[in-house]
């Protein structure tokens, strides 16, 4: 309407582009061409020529939209020349970074990225923000083809900066699985990890489809980091999501992912079912990559189960769908090869080719010549016949020989899997013979300094050599001993059976105030002895989670408190209530702990510091409590700051979670 209503030609220019990127932004392009051809002769009668290079410079992202490149580079070539002509540099960079695009595309890497960088630089100082961000993502993308991975996070996080400060939510999102993807290459685990959960908490509510996306691919990380529990929760809920949408292909990642885990778990059976389902998935929607990975891991299972057959049936799968994979990129390559680079195109003219022939004759007459001929092709029949035979017993021989090998590939083949299986055996030994090892050390250390103490004392008492002054004296010592060996037994036994994959809850309702009263009178001499201050503001709140299990947490949180405190130092009880949880917290104003330890505290390793007092402990205290917590679907984490105090945060649920089956 406003084009309508002006009168002179100069005051439609910016009108008519207005209306160009309008209809280009709104993706309708056939009416943004129809636009484009009305205000192009405008353009021309104006000899307006800012107005031309802007036109073709979205005539040029029409064609690259519709995949027409030849033109698309033509187009970007013409608006290059006025905008350079004319010294608009911002403008010139916009079409550099469109050009950076399409020469990348066609594989001409080192054209690209001069275009590219040449681009950056001037839109970094114009603070163009969305051609910003697509300059960086092309050259994050072209980094990663050429396999210079640390240049491609560095420009994604250039991406990802940018789409933060203009609040592009979905953009956002792009960028933290992209920079999830680049570090799990990288084998960054904890960065790829620490992305895709960015990612997932800008997911909205409602958009299921992009969630059940980025579950599996998360999931598939914690594997990495050997956090199976966390794994096993995501993998579960990104199969049931992605089976509520009817994504096959964000089931077939999840059912490859829970059959990895479930190899790793040694549940065997479960995982050769999920695999099972992962192949059919796989040949059915033709995904060559997530079929290689089923494969991959169905030869590792059955390697495992001494099934060597059938592992080495799997390994011929595989390479059958790897050589269709080499075949598919070979066949892009040589495309890309044989054609010229874009700007080395040029119009050859039609030409008409003249053939010019002659013909022979050949002198009949002499009857002579002709039997000459005769006899020469009789000689050449002749020797041709034997040169028949002699390939074909060639051939023969060859094809003896060829089946002689393929037998002998297939024989190393089966040493080769039978020799991953031993490996892989092995390997589970050498982790079980740690878990031996760890026991033993501390039996032998710990333990025995605790039981050994407990009976010289009952010696003592046997013989009749304690006064009762000295028996008063000596029994709370005695009643610490008996408490921390019962502690070091309980986080003994429950270490192990977690390390076995035994350990499992019996959750109940119970009240967290009264745990915390019993278990502060165990630790009230050595709170007293250390001249320590304890304040209690606990309330009466439920749980639901196993009892037992609550008691020692609170038993080695409590006794870590009273570890890293000094005389005048507070230790501090606490919890809240929730709607469906309940937290309850324990701080000490004690040393604190660095930000480099506070990483180590709940890792599969074990992980001990010296305490005020010379106290020792055994590093199995904080992991304990992670599977414990973890065990009764809570969650346990660390508030800490050096020389000023540590707080440790548990929530657990307060009635019956939906809780993943094991598998």
Known sequence: MELTFQKTDSTKVETSLEIIKLLYDAKDYNNALKQIKATEALFENLKYKKGLANISYYKGLIFNKEGDYLNAFNQFNKAKKIFSILKDSLSLAKVKNQLAVLEIEYGNYKKGLKYAHDSIDELEKGEVNDDLAFGYRNLAKAYQNSGEIEKAIDYALKNLEVEEHVNNTNSIIECNINLARLNLIK???????LHYQKALANVK??????????????????????????????????????????????????????????????????????????????????????????????????STKGRFEK???WQREYNKVKSKLDAEKQKQNNIILEEKPLSEIETIPNETVKNTTSINIVDVESKRKLDRLKLIFYAVLAAFAVLLIFFVLFYLKRSSRVKYTKDLEDKNQKIKLQNEAILEQSKHLESTNNVKDKLFSIVSHDLKDSLTSTKGFIDLLKD??????????????????VNNASLLLFNLLNWSKSQMQSLEPKPSLFDIQEVFHEKIKLVERKIQSK?????????ADVVYADRSMVEIIIQNLLANAVKFCVKGDTITIANSMGISSGTFSISDSGVGITVENQHKLFGSNTFTTVGTDNEKGTGLGLTICRELVELNQGRIWVDSELNVGSTFFVELPKSRTKNPVNT
Request: hydrophobic share 35%; net charge negative.
């Open 205 to 302: 509510p409602y958009d299921q489809k992009l969630r059940a996306r980025i579950l599996p691919e998360l999931g598939g990380v914690h594997i990495k980091t050997k956090e199976y529990r966390t794994s096993t929760k995501y993998l579960f809920e990104s199969l049931e999501l992605n089976k509520q949408l009817d994504n096959e292909q964000g089931i077939l990642k999840s059912l490859n992912h829970l059959g990895e885990l479930n190899i790793l778990n040694n549940h065997f059976k479960t995982a050769e079912e999920q695999l099972l389902e992962a192949g059919y998935l796989g040949r059915k929607i033709d995904d060559k990559l997530e079929l290689l990975e089923s494969y991959k891991l169905m030869k590792a299972l059955d």
């Open 464 to 481: 009749g050599q304690l006064s009762q002054e000295e028996y008063n004296s000596l029994l709370p010592e005695l009643s610490e001993n």
């Open 187 to 193: 084998k960054d685990y904890p960065k790829s990890i």
């Open 531 to 539: 001249g320590i201050v304890l304040r209690d503001i606990t309330i």
């Open 311 to 313: 592992a080495f049936a």
